[in-house]
Nanobody, 121 residues
């Protein structure tokens, strides 16, 4: 069994910062990619940022220059530092990981439960 547990969401004023964390635990053999998606009300879930095991990063155009994704491989944890937040960043943020577990062959995708980020004055 694999679990992704997020923390760090909340309410912040425009221009403020938040840091999200997501720790993966369980029967993990190897983690390939970790990252973050977000879903605003009435919209689809979209990629925000991702980072591979080799530290290659990928960002949505809307967050480039404001958000930074990083990971601590020793802790199986991914972070999302969000600066200069805007009201349009308001959404539920979901942690994501593509990994291989001890009990299943090949790679599978896992998701966290989501954490709310609200940017409002």
């Amino acid at each position: 069994q694999v679990q992704l547990v997020e923390s760090g969401g909340g309410l912040v004023q425009p221009g403020g910062s938040l840091r999200l964390s997501c720790a993966a635990s369980g029967t993990i053999f190897s983690i390939y990619t970790m990252g973050w998606y977000r879903q605003a009300p009435g919209k689809q879930r979209d990629l925000v940022a991702a980072i591979t095991s080799g530290s290659t990063t990928n960002y949505a155009d809307s967050v480039k220059g404001r958000f930074t994704v990083s990971r601590d491989n020793a802790k199986n944890t991914v972070y999302l530092q969000m600066n200069s937040l805007k009201p349009e960043d308001t959404a539920v943020y979901y942690c994501y990981s593509r990994l291989r577990s001890y009990i299943s062959p090949g790679a599978s995708d896992y998701w966290g439960q989501g954490t709310q980020v609200t940017v409002s004055s």
